[in-house]
């Protein structure tokens, strides 16, 4: 998909929007167009995917996090409003958060934008290893209890874990395909950490992923 054809999928437009389950609006702060893997394919990428932790702290260019989030999370299908990733029942319940250096974002898939919810840094809150506060970026996933399918608390955890491993997965890749290294991670304080991200009540931290380049 070249650059053209991957705006007019994202959608993008910037516009006002409201952070859901705060009630806090704000302008998105629209994302440059993403940088693209070109002609690298699906085998090689999958040839490529792997776990790895040896993460340099220095940052991701704007338009690879661009790239990034659509390919987590993004719009590929405008006329449907459908995502790069399933959900059940297309409820898109997952969120995902962006914990950087200069503070928290929460990005928009319609508007394939980002909005700052504050400067402080919590990188290091997202996971109880010691890597997750010197990497620059920690994507955190984010359930909204009130949209997953399911009719009992044991299917709708279910459906949340398995929504929020199709993220996962399309990020693993994007980073197999562009050089990135990234590690998912589940060893997290869930309540320390929707604290220190002023979650609502009935948004469950459901896993971290943290990524940038691999050290030399």
Not at 28 to 46: M, N, Q, R, Y
Not at 52 to 60: A, G, H, M, T
Not at 69 to 89: D, F, H, I, S
Not at 116 to 125: E, F, V
Request: proline share 6%; charged share 20%; glycine share 10%.
């Amino acid at each position: 998909m070249d650059r053209r054809h991957f705006l007019m999928a994202a959608g993008v437009v910037a516009a006002g929007w409201a952070v859901p389950g705060t009630g806090l609006a704000g302008p998105a702060s629209t994302l440059p167009a993403p940088a693209l893997p070109g002609a690298k394919t699906l085998e090689e990428a999958l040839r490529l995917r792997q776990t790895r932790r040896d993460i340099d702290s220095r940052p991701v260019p704007d338009d690879v996090l661009s790239g990034l989030l659509w390919a987590a999370g993004g719009v590929n299908r405008p006329e449907a409003g459908k995502r790069t990733a399933p959900t059940a029942q297309n409820r898109q319940e997952i969120d995902i958060y962006v914990a950087k250096a200069d503070g928290l974002y929460l990005y928009a898939p319609k508007d394939h934008a980002l909005m700052q919810l504050s400067g402080a840094d919590i990188r290091a809150a997202t996971g109880k290893q010691a890597l997750a506060g010197t990497v620059p970026v920690n994507l955190v996933y984010v359930a909204d209890m009130g949209k997953v399918a399911g009719s009992t608390a044991e299917e709708k955890l279910f459906y949340a874990g398995a929504d929020t491993g199709f993220v996962s997965q399309n990020v693993y890749l994007y980073c197999a395909a562009m050089g990135l290294a990234t590690v998912v991670r589940a060893s997290i304080d869930t309540a320390a950490l929707a604290k220190a991200m002023g979650l609502a009540e009935g948004k469950r931290v459901t896993l971290a992923q943290s990524l940038g380049y691999p050290k030399a």
